[in-house]
């Protein structure tokens, strides 16, 4: 069972974090400023997921990875230029918003109708890796939408490691409150994993790797299957950036002595 | 008019927890807020009784629960099962749950089942007249929004720290009992276990946040790393002060750059975009630089203070309250001093 793992990716594209992000309304709801212009970056805990999955299959001697990423098809094709250097996996391209204010419920629909399309993919031998919450909406929701969508209710939640047992059993590790994991031991698949950051680096670009993926990525992202995503039923009635900047006071030159004794003083309240 | 479902599990002694407590509030002021609503308690746990008797005097109609060895522990199957049949039940309009780890695990997907909508990180509940409305952020902690929905079941996670915990008269509470019917178990909860073999360092209900970033393990003006002498001085000062250790990067991010890591830090003390957005009332960050992804998660965190060696690092830029200019090492070394003279 190890070596036959059948791992689907769910992951999209949010703004690089580095970037200032201002809402605006748009014709159908809030919307980013310049938002089609905003450097992007792979959803970093679905970044996690994706290298993750990598890892698994190669460690297991099997090379079928897909990511299922949802976005506009010309971000995506930007995003993948960068990606695709990363780890070697098949792209499922659904062209539709990437907007932090879609709702899960709608954003979960098209990346399930897309995983049941994957040709070839058996459901016994299938892991459905996601982020445990995207960093646009954070919503924490969608993967456990998209498990349910495709029947599969074993489920494992900001997991930050998979240990494939000898008798073929996963070993998981759940994040709770507390500092602490939760540990159980699922049969096997099918299975869906949201990963926190799991226990992997982020890979070093390989050019050979990045060409053997654009081969079979531009294809797929002239494919792309339109997906309508919105938030029907839900009226955004404010979105705004809070004031955030604090008056700092930028203490120089104070006495070592000075300054712990005033933060042993504030510390004490 | 909403039937609200006040939905939470027992916690390993039976006993409801901080953030249900606080849940609680939050479907007690809608109830109240809404004309003419109601409020049941859905319990999920290996027996609730205990658990239910404590909230009693809430003002809740009724209270339902699914009890038994299975659902003692965590586990999306059996969790999704229970909280699925408790509203397929009372068929609620609105459903208000805590943002537990086990709850934020198993609800969306009950949500999927009941064909209802969720929304998770509440922060805010707001009645004006016959409407209701929440307040959540996007963008990890970066806009806030209010906004409405029309879908019903409406499921809400309220986040810690939203409401005060509900307290008041215990009592006897009648609790109808709701049966389950549960598919095979291919996953077994086989225990739990610390983030690391050392030191507890995360402590949700602390008073301090204390973030060591990652200069602390680099090279100090004598060209030296000096990894003995930052964890001996980060690990007295959380046991004199009794703060809740986060960092600034993730553990992955750090050995990915090839640098030495805390032997004490975990993934789970990471704050920030990829990590946690904890509630504490200060905050004291050392040897972090202020950069945005991580300072997202600082977003409850009021008083803010840091140390650092540069004067225009992020935490000058309007991130903090206070940016002491001096080195963390001699610093910490004087705090720990002083605390150890109490």
Not at chain 1, 240 to 254: C, F, G, H, Y
Not at chain 2, 46 to 54: H, I, K
Not at chain 2, 299 to 303: L, N, P, V
């Given at each position: 069972?190890?070596?036959?793992f059948?791992?689907?990716?769910?992951?999209?594209?949010?703004?690089?974090?580095?970037?200032?992000?201002?809402?605006?309304?748009?014709?159908?709801?809030?919307?980013?400023?310049?938002?089609?212009?905003?450097?992007?970056?792979?959803?970093?805990?679905?970044?996690?997921?994706?290298?993750?999955?990598?890892?698994?299959?190669?460690?297991?001697?099997?090379?079928?990875?897909?990511?299922?990423?949802?976005?506009?098809?010309?971000?995506?094709q930007?995003?993948?230029?960068?990606?695709?250097?990363?780890v070697?996996?098949?792209?499922?391209?659904?062209?539709?918003?990437?907007?932090?204010?879609s709702?899960?419920?709608?954003?979960?629909?098209?990346?399930?109708?897309?995983i049941?399309?994957?040709?070839?993919?058996?459901?016994?031998?299938?892991?459905?890796?996601?982020?445990?919450?995207?960093?646009?909406?954070?919503?924490?929701s969608?993967?456990?939408m998209?498990g349910?969508?495709?029947?599969i209710?074993d489920?494992?939640?900001?997991?930050?490691?998979?240990?494939?047992?000898a008798?073929?059993?996963?070993?998981?590790l759940?994040?709770t409150?507390?500092?602490r994991?939760?540990?159980?031991?699922?049969?096997?698949?099918?299975?869906?994993?949201?990963?926190?950051?799991?226990e992997?680096?982020?890979?070093?670009?390989n050019?050979q790797v990045?060409?053997?993926?654009?081969?079979?990525?531009?294809?797929?992202?002239?494919?792309?299957?339109?997906?309508?995503?919105?938030?029907?039923?839900?009226?955004?009635?404010?979105?705004?950036?809070?004031?955030?900047?604090?008056?700092?006071?930028?203490?120089?030159?104070?006495?070592?002595?000075?300054?712990?004794?005033?933060?042993?003083?504030?510390?004490?309240? | 008019?909403?039937?609200?479902?006040?939905?939470t599990?027992?916690?390993?002694?039976?006993?409801?927890?901080?953030?249900?407590?606080?849940?609680?509030?939050?479907?007690?002021?809608?109830?109240?807020?809404?004309?003419?609503?109601?409020?049941?308690?859905?319990?999920v746990?290996?027996?609730?009784?205990?658990?239910?008797?404590?909230?009693?005097?809430?003002g809740?109609?009724?209270?339902?629960?699914?009890?038994?060895e299975?659902?003692a522990?965590?586990?999306?199957?059996?969790?999704?099962?229970?909280?699925?049949?408790?509203?397929?039940?009372r068929?609620?309009?609105?459903?208000?749950?805590?943002?537990?780890?086990?709850?934020?695990?198993?609800?969306?997907?009950?949500?999927?089942?009941?064909g209802?909508?969720?929304?998770?990180?509440?922060?805010?509940?707001?009645?004006?007249?016959?409407d209701l409305?929440?307040?959540?952020?996007?963008?990890?902690?970066?806009?806030?929004a209010?906004?409405?929905?029309e879908?019903?079941?409406w499921f809400?996670?309220?986040?810690?720290g939203?409401?005060?915990?509900?307290?008041?008269?215990?009592?006897?509470?009648v609790?109808?009992?709701?049966?389950?019917?549960?598919?095979?178990?291919?996953?077994?909860?086989?225990?739990?276990?610390?983030?690391?073999g050392?030191?507890?360092t995360?402590?949700?209900?602390?008073?301090?946040?204390?973030?060591?970033?990652?200069?602390?393990?680099?090279?100090?003006?004598?060209?030296?790393?000096?990894?003995?002498?930052?964890?001996?001085?980060?690990?007295?000062?959380?046991?004199?002060?009794?703060?809740?250790?986060?960092?600034?990067?993730?553990?992955?991010?750090?050995?990915?750059?090839?640098?030495?890591?805390?032997?004490?830090?975990?993934?789970?003390?990471?704050?920030?975009?990829?990590?946690?957005?904890?509630?504490?009332?200060?905050?004291?960050?050392?040897?972090c630089h202020?950069?945005?992804?991580?300072?997202?998660?600082w977003?409850?965190?009021?008083?803010r203070?840091?140390?650092?060696?540069?004067p225009?690092?992020?935490?000058?830029?309007?991130?903090?309250?206070v940016?002491?200019v001096?080195?963390?090492?001699?610093?910490?070394?004087?705090?720990?001093?002083?605390?150890?003279?109490?």
């Open positions: 069972m190890s070596s036959g059948h791992i689907v990716v769910c992951g999209s594209l949010v703004p690089d974090p580095l970037q200032t992000l201002e809402p605006i309304q748009g014709p159908a709801g809030p919307a980013l400023k310049n938002e089609m212009m905003l450097p992007s970056v792979l959803d970093p805990w679905a970044a996690h997921a994706l290298f993750e999955a990598a890892h698994l299959a190669k460690r297991n001697g099997y090379r079928r990875v897909w990511l299922v990423s949802l976005g506009p098809k010309a971000r995506l930007q995003l993948m230029m960068s990606v695709a250097q990363k070697p996996f098949e792209l499922v391209a659904l062209d539709g918003p990437a907007s932090g204010f709702d899960a419920y709608e954003v979960a629909e098209p990346l399930a109708t897309a049941e399309g994957i040709p070839g993919l058996e459901r016994e031998r299938l892991l459905v890796f996601g982020g445990c919450a995207s960093a646009s909406r954070d919503s924490g969608t993967m456990q998209v349910e969508r495709l029947g209710v489920q494992f939640v900001a997991v930050d490691k998979l240990t494939v047992q008798d073929g059993t996963l070993q998981l759940e994040r409150e507390g500092g994991y939760q540990v159980s031991v699922c049969d096997g698949p099918p299975a869906v994993v949201a990963w926190a950051t799991g992997l680096p982020e890979p070093l670009n050019p990045g060409m053997q993926n654009m081969r079979a990525i531009m294809p797929a992202l002239q494919q792309a299957k339109p997906a309508a995503v919105g938030a029907q039923g839900m009226s955004f009635l404010r979105v705004e950036v809070p004031r955030q900047r604090r008056d700092t006071r930028v203490v120089k030159d104070l006495a070592v002595a000075e300054i712990a004794s005033e933060i042993v003083e504030w510390i004490k309240g | 008019m909403e039937q609200i479902l006040f939905l599990h027992t916690e390993k002694d039976g006993a409801l927890g901080k953030l249900a407590l606080e849940a609680l509030s939050g479907a007690l002021k809608l109830t109240q807020e809404l004309d003419g609503s109601t409020l049941t308690v859905g319990l746990g290996g027996n609730v009784q205990p658990a239910a008797a404590t909230i009693a005097g809430c809740a109609g009724a209270f339902l629960g699914v009890t038994g299975k659902f522990v965590s586990r999306y199957v059996s969790d999704a099962a229970a909280f699925e049949a408790l509203v397929r039940r068929e609620p309009s609105i459903v208000i749950a805590p943002a537990t780890s086990r709850v934020s695990r198993a609800l969306p997907g009950v949500a999927q089942r009941v209802g909508r969720i929304d998770t990180h509440v922060t805010g509940l707001q009645v004006e007249g016959a409305r929440i307040e959540r952020w996007y963008y990890r902690q970066r806009m806030l209010m906004l409405t929905r879908q019903r079941p809400m996670i309220i986040d810690g939203t409401f005060e915990a509900w307290s008041g008269a215990s009592g006897s509470a609790v109808e009992s709701v049966a389950v019917d549960l598919p095979a178990l291919r996953t077994r909860v086989v225990g739990e276990q610390a983030a690391t050392g030191a507890a995360i402590r949700p209900d602390a008073g301090l946040l204390f973030v060591a970033g990652a200069g602390w393990t680099k090279k100090q003006s004598d060209g030296q790393a000096h990894i003995q002498e930052a964890e001996a001085l980060i690990l007295d000062f959380l046991r004199k002060s009794g703060a809740s250790l986060g960092s600034s990067k993730s553990l992955v991010d750090q050995s990915g750059e090839g640098q030495e890591v805390l032997s004490f830090m975990t993934h789970l003390n990471q704050v920030g975009q990829t990590g946690s957005t904890p509630r504490h009332p200060r905050g004291l960050a050392t040897c202020g950069e945005e992804p991580h300072v997202v998660g977003r409850f965190i009021k008083e203070r840091a140390v650092n060696l540069d225009n690092c992020g935490w000058a830029q309007g991130k903090a309250d940016l002491y001096a080195d963390a090492f001699q610093v910490m070394a004087k705090v720990n001093e002083l605390l150890r003279g109490d």
